[in-house]
């Protein structure tokens, strides 16, 4: 190795030469300084024009005319003196050859392709660290062999890492933050002198070297932040002069080798954001020298080792985020040189040791996360020095200690989401120092410290407590930035609580008993992007200055006793995407300027007093999810511009209005809407057929509205109605459940074809029997009828005449009916329902009576044979669509099941009739409910005949009226067939 | 120097971690570029999401709705929005998304509508679409999307809304399960697709290559 050094040096002495001269000579030690000077000139040429500025002082001084002629040592000597002399590089003491390049933080930028490393054949130190290089580390560094600290970190050096093998005299190699990538070479190991290894923030992947633990003189190895995976080897306990390892944030897995605790020496050892599994092993507490433990954010299991009470240097402790269970070791103040202990995040059950009292320099604690119970040790607030304490989600029990109240250099305070109780200590958070105050969701009651703010205070967040009394004077409190306060029992007046808060970027105060106005000064508030005051006693107006808020974002003031307008200046709340004003006494009318709110994804005005038409420039507001007007006053139609909101998909509620006019066939654009209730206004015309394009629709509500013609009998609209979807409205039909039929041309057509004629012979044995029951039933409700109009009338009573009926042939009857009805003509039809059509009749007798004449029956269809039983069955269908006022539709599907049997009978009856206001009206009503219940049975067999129908009639079972109100259709479903 | 790194790196504190949810979203807006600045309140240091804007939670503070339509957003999809196991309603459509879908998205148990229509995403509809059982609007139209229409997406019963039409999906037209009710609508402007599946007559795993 001496060998070349030599040869220069005699070369330097015997043959000065000039540059002209190094042709002709094999090796001269002139030759070395040249070539060297040569590859340095090259690479500079090769390096981007502007970056080279700092390498000015590299150039060969040019050769004068007599050089040439006179070539001696003087001139060759000056020019080397030069080049030993340039910027960042470094010769040997003879001045013949350069040992080190050193060229930190110059912005040089190319890449190292063009720097021939086996020029520099006695380089020792190269460092080029923090600089703009890219491109690969070209293999030829191997050529290096005499390099003892390569230093290129802070590069943007890519690819792989080629071998570095030869560089067997290298003590520091630095190639940390760069983009190298493939694995570290597994043959590293060979490098025996290395002292410092940092390879870090590198993208290396594949296992770490198991060769690196051959490095017994390693001192310092940082690998962290690749990608590397594998396990850790165990055998990593070699590196006996290991002082700092960091294998931090790559993908290593499997257990924490435990011959580390071989390494006497290591101060450092940080693992965290890992893979690895396992135990920590108890030997840990023999690693005497340690400082820091970082084993965050791995899956350790079990226990927390009690050893680890013996490392009597560590300063940090931080096992969180593993899945570390049982105790917390209780002599943990035995570190008494702690400084941050993190623990949060595990499965750590038990008590909060007392013996922490003892850690006086801890200036971090953080428990949270974990399974912790017991009461907070009031020692806690013995330990001065403490900035942090978090305690957050743990299963914490009683009051928080008055002790807390010491703690002078508290900034940060976290007992979210425990089950703390009582009061909290008076002064606790006065603390100058506090920036974070944070007691959401536990039981604490009490009033809540005025002086919370004493300057610093940024959160203040005690959500979901039960805190009486005033809420906080935040009057002068400039600092904060979050308050939530909400679910609580504060009182007071809000313009007295707070003020002007430049930083406020968020705010809830709902759900407390707070009055007052609301004050211009929120208007100040320039940096409020969340403002809620929901459910309180907040009266007066909105002041127009909130359209001052211009990064509000959301604005919720429902409930509350609001009046006034809506500020037309809302308009400039531009990126406002979420306004709730609901539940208020708010007037006027929606100013036509809220088109302008085009990030508007939801508008909830409901429960209001607004009056006027809806804008039509609502329909700008193109990203609307959600449109809630119902409750209002509004008049006019309709906006069909509404049909522009493309994206609505919550919700379209205009309900209990006085929105007239037609439904706008424009809706029908609205396929991703799920809600839809137009219902209580008086909206006329029929439904737009196209609004069948509302694919998404899955509930629908048009009910008491002043609709008519039918109703589209598709998927969207079997889907999303409910029976009442279209009820109460002028005369809806079609082939809906709860609807009938829309009839006359299409119903009656199909009956001529048909053949009524068929259809008469088959029923006219029994056609007398319904024509009974129904005038039965007919009475009962015109009795109910004219009883509430005041007219008394006589005939209703007349039950003898009815009944006489009973003993007539059949035949004759049937021939009265033809004869009263012109052989059903249409004339006589008053109404057309699933399974036929009802024709008024006026009897010889004088009577008039409805009458239903049937379409075949299902049963019929099936069997073809007709029986009486199927007769009881039409008879069941026509009793409960006169008690219904409508055709029993699907009702007739579940009665026997489960949601049928609890259905009320109130619910079902006629919503246009009263309920029976007296006993006896009320016992007919349920007597005719059973019997139509029993009629419609499932088995022919088990519905009663005729006969016993008539015979339930006669009864009238004892009631209690106010019962009348609470039986179910279960209930009713009682008669046993005889 | 390396000690100060070291430093910085090692007391990446721990505060404000275990908020899956809320990691998972802040995953998401990593990876989309923002121009509206939709992302911003976005949060990662408070303890959940829901206080983010365009986030809806449940009363147990778990995401039940991402509302991002309409947003400019660019970027891809991360697979951690899988682990938003109360989310119903996933709403990131007319954006400038691409990518693929990720399959982790199987673990949106509780979803209801999956609303990625007219982005510029790739590759193929993943089948494990099929997991979601409460799935009933699932529209991926005018995307890039390729490959076949997942048979296992006919297991989804709830399925109310499918619309896969404007893609370049090939293959036939799954005609089982709940996929009986979807118009040839919902699949049109698909170039390469062959039309409904003859149940026994044609196969099904035919007709997706494009020489065929």
């Known amino acids: 190795m001496l060998f070349p050094t030599l040869v220069l040096l005699l070369c330097f002495i015997f043959f000065p030469s000039s540059a002209y001269a190094i042709k002709s000579v094999r090796v001269i030690p002139d030759d070395q300084l040249l070539m060297e000077a040569k590859a340095l000139l090259t690479w500079k040429a090769s390096l981007q024009n502007y970056s080279a500025t700092a390498l000015h002082s590299w150039k060969l001084t040019s050769p004068t005319p007599s050089d040439y002629h006179n070539i001696n040592t003087t001139t060759w000597a000056s020019s080397s003196t030069t080049s030993c002399k340039w910027f960042g590089i470094t010769c040997n003491k003879a001045g013949n050859t350069v040992v080190e390049i050193s060229l930190p933080e110059l912005e040089l930028q190319g890449t190292l392709d063009n720097l021939s490393f086996s020029s520099f054949p006695n380089l020792l130190y190269l460092n080029l660290t923090s600089n703009g290089l890219t491109g690969s580390i070209p293999v030829h560094i191997g050529s290096l062999s005499k390099l003892t600290h390569l230093d290129l970190s802070n590069n943007y050096l890519s690819n792989v890492l080629p071998p570095l093998s030869n560089l067997t005299n290298l003590c520091i190699l630095y190639l940390y933050t760069n983009e190298l990538n493939g694995s570290i070479p597994s043959n590293m190991g060979d490098m025996e002198n290395l002292i410092q290894l940092a390879v870090y923030q590198n993208k290396f992947s594949g296992p770490i070297p198991h060769s690196l633990v051959n490095l017994s003189k390693l001192e310092v190895v940082y690998l962290y932040d690749n990608q590397l995976s594998g396990l850790i080897s165990p055998e990593i306990g070699h590196m006996k002069n290991l002082i700092d390892l960091d294998l931090c944030q790559n993908e290593l897995s499997g257990p924490i080798p435990h011959s580390l605790v071989n390494l006497s020496k290591l101060e450092l050892l940080n693992l965290f954001d890992n893979q690895l599994s396992g135990l920590i092993f108890p030997e840990i507490g023999h690693m005497e020298n340690l400082f820091e433990l970082y084993l965050h954010q791995n899956e350790l299991s079990g226990q927390i080792p009690h050893s680890l009470v013996n490392l009597s240097k560590l300063e940090v402790l931080n096992l969180s985020m593993n899945q570390l269970s049982g105790p917390m070791p209780s002599e943990i103040g035995d570190i008494e040189s702690l400084i941050i202990l993190e623990l949060l995040a595990n499965k750590l059950s038990g008590q909060i040791p007392h013996s922490l009292v003892n850690l006086s320099k801890l200036e971090i604690l953080f428990l949270s996360m974990n399974q912790l119970s017991g009461p907070v040790p009031s020692e806690i607030g013995y330990i001065k020095s403490l900035h942090k304490l978090g305690l957050s989600e743990n299963k914490l029990s009683g009051p928080i200690p008055d002790s807390l109240v010491n703690l002078s250099k508290l900034e940060w305070l976290s007992m979210r989401t425990n089950q703390l109780s009582g009061p909290i200590p008076k002064d606790l958070g006065s603390q100058a120092s506090i920036e974070s105050f944070q007691l959401s969701n536990n039981l604490l009651s009490g009033s809540f410290p005025q002086k919370i703010c004493q300057g610093s205070l940024q959160y203040l967040i005690a959500e979901n407590n039960s805190f009486t009394g005033l809420i906080p004077d935040l009057r002068n409190c400039t600092s904060l930035l979050r308050v939530r306060l909400e679910g609580n029992l504060f009182v007071g007046n809000i313009t007295e609580s707070f003020g002007i808060h430049p930083h406020l970027y968020y705010i809830d105060i709902s759900h407390n008993e707070l009055y007052g106005e609301l004050s211009p000064n929120w208007g100040e508030c320039k940096n409020l992007s969340v403002l809620k005051i929901v459910g309180n006693h907040i009266s007066g107006m909105i002041p127009p200055e909130f359209s001052q808020l211009i990064r509000l974002g959301r604005l919720d003031l429902s409930s509350n006793n609001l009046v006034g307008e809506i500020p037309k200046e809302f308009s400039r709340l531009s990126t406002l995407f979420n306004l709730n004003l609901s539940g208020n006494q708010i007037s006027g009318h929606i100013p036509v300027e809220i088109g302008q709110l085009v990030n508007l994804e939801s508008l909830d005005l409901s429960t209001n007093k607004l009056t006027g038409s809806i804008p039509p420039q609502l329909g700008q507001c193109s990203k609307l999810l959600l449109l809630n007007l119902g409750k209002n006053s509004f008049n006019g139609n309709i906006p069909s511009q509404i049909g522009d909101l493309l994206g609505l998909q919550e919700q379209l509620d205009l309900s209990h209005n006085s929105i007239t006019g037609l439904i706008p066939p424009h809706l029908g654009n609205l396929k991703m809407l799920e809600i839809l209730n137009l219902s209580h206004n008086m909206i006329t015309g029929s439904i737009p057929l196209s609004l069948e394009g509302m694919v998404s629709l899955v509930s629908l509500d048009l009910s008491y509205n002043e609709l008519e013609g039918v109703v589209p009998y598709n998927s969207v609209f079997k889907n999303a109605s409910s029976p009442q979807a279209f009820r109460n409205n002028k005369g809806l039909c079609g082939e809906l459940q709860g609807l009938s039929p829309c009839n006359q041309s299409s119903t009656s057509k199909g009956t001529k074809k048909n053949g009524h004629k068929v259809i008469i012979t088959i029923i006219a044995s029994l056609i007398g029997i319904v024509f009974l029951a129904l005038a039965i039933i007919g009475i009962f409700f015109l009795l109910q009828k004219k009883t509430k109009n005041g007219n008394i009338e006589a005939t209703g009573r007349n039950h003898g005449n009815i009944f006489s009926i009973w003993n007539f042939d059949g035949k004759i009857a049937y021939e009265d009916i033809i004869r009263a009805t012109e052989d059903f003509d249409a004339k006589y039809c008053i109404g057309t329902g699933t399974f036929g059509s009802v024709y008024k009749a006026v009897l010889p007798t004088g009577h008039v009576v409805a009458l239903k004449k049937f379409h075949p029956l299902e049963e019929l269809a099936y069997t073809m044979t007709l029986t009486e039983k199927c007769d009881v069955y039409s008879f069941g269908i026509v009793t409960l669509e006169t008690i219904m006022g409508k055709h029993p539709g699907e009702l007739i599907t579940y009665l026997t099941s489960q949601v049928g049997q609890n259905m009320l009978l109130r619910d079902v009856l006629d919503p246009c009739l009263t309920f029976p206001s007296d006993q006896k009206v009320a016992k007919e009503v349920v007597s005719v409910a059973r019997i139509a219940l029993a009629c419609l049975r499932n088995h022919p067999q088990s519905r009663p005949t005729m006969q016993q129908v008539l015979k339930e009639l006669l009864v009238l079972r004892p009631l209690i009226l106010e019962h009348f109100y609470s039986i179910t259709l279960g209930n009713l479903d009682d008669i046993e067939v005889e | ?212």
């Open chain 2, 1 to 212: 120097m390396l000690l100060l790194l070291l430093t910085l790196t090692s007391f990446t504190s721990t505060l404000t971690n275990a908020n899956l949810e809320g990691d998972a979203l802040y995953a998401l807006r990593r990876e989309l570029k923002d121009p509206m600045n939709v992302l911003r309140s976005w949060d990662p240091t408070l303890v959940d999401p829901c206080t983010w804007f365009h986030v809806t939670c449940d009363s147990h503070n778990r995401v039940t709705r991402l509302d991002l339509g309409n947003a400019n957003l660019s970027g891809k999809l991360v697979p951690e929005l899988g682990r938003l196991e109360r989310l119903q309603y996933l709403e990131l459509y007319r954006n400038n998304l691409v990518g693929a879908i990720p399959e982790e998205l199987k673990g949106l148990k509780s979803l209801v509508s999956l609303d990625l229509y007219h982005n510029n995403l790739t590759g193929p509809i993943p089948s494990s679409l099929s997991f979601l059982s409460n799935l009933k609007f699932l529209r991926l139209n005018g995307n890039r999307l390729t490959g076949r229409i997942p048979r296992q997406l006919t297991r989804l019963r709830n399925l109310k809304i499918l619309d896969v039409s404007n893609n370049d999906l090939c293959g036939t037209i799954p005609t089982s399960g709940s996929f009986y009710k979807f118009s040839e609508k919902s699949f049109e402007n698909n170039p390469r697709l062959k039309g409904p599946e003859l149940m026994g007559s044609v196969s099904y795993e035919i007709g997706c290559d494009v020489r065929t």
